[in-house]
Every structure is written in C-alpha cells, then in structure tokens.
C-alpha cells in the first residue's frame, strides 16, 4: 500500500510542512517518483507513533532513538524494553505534572475566592 503526502497529511490532520518536517529529522523516509513523495505502509505506521510521542510529551529526538530500535534486527527485544522503560518513565513524569497542576488549580481556586470576598466586601461599603 502506498500513500500520498496529501493522504497522509489528511489522515492524520498534519500539514504537509510537518510531513516534510518530520522527513528531514528522518522519523519518516518515503521514496521518490521524481518530485512525489511515495509513503510506504512502515512511513505511515511511523507516523501514527511519532504523532503519539509527541502526545504524550516525548521529544522526537526520544520518539526517533525509539522508532530506530526497530532497524536492530534482534526480534524487536530492545525496542520493546527500552520503550517500556521510557514509557513508564513518562508516566510518572506526567503523573507529577498532573499532581502539580492540580495543586496549582487548588491554590488559584482558593485565590479566586478570597478575591471574590473582598469584591463583594468593597462593593457594599
């Protein structure tokens, strides 16, 4: 199967800059036919990872390191523990941010209602 960069950028909701983006940092890697790019099945299922990386808060340069443990020929063992690792780093990581955004909403909200009372406060005086 192949796959325009028109099929792909509209598959994905991705512009065909960041296609072309993604190509030169070598996430993806379609062959030519004179100027078009062909996207093979592999480009595209690289693709929906990248753009899964990226939503969960990976760099490329990590989601790249990941993605080229596949080229390693050794039955995709490295791949799988290393991006196990790196998950599961990831998790905690945005487990904290979680943690912290909800300790910062906590303290704006209990702001939020003291300024209220001095509003009300100075508009009854």
């Not at 062909?38 to 753009?51: E, F, G, H, Q, T």
């Not at 906590?106 to 209602?113: A, F, G, I, Y």
Request: hydrophobic share 35%.
């Amino acid at each position: 199967m192949a796959y325009t960069i028109g099929d792909l950028a509209k598959e994905f909701d991705v512009s065909l800059r960041t296609l072309r983006f993604y190509e030169d940092k070598k996430l993806i890697s379609p062959r030519r036919d004179g100027v078009t790019r062909i996207y093979s099945r592999r480009d595209r299922a690289r693709l929906k990872l990248v753009l899964m990386g990226k939503r969960v808060g990976f760099s490329l340069k990590e989601i790249k390191e990941m993605l080229d443990l596949y080229d390693l020929k050794d039955g995709q063992s490295t791949q799988l523990k290393v991006s196990l690792k790196r998950f599961n780093e990831q998790i905690e990581h945005l487990e904290k941010q979680k943690k912290d955004v909800e300790q910062a909403i906590d303290e704006l909200s209990r702001t939020v209602s003291i300024v209220e009372g001095m509003l009300v406060e100075k508009e009854t005086l």
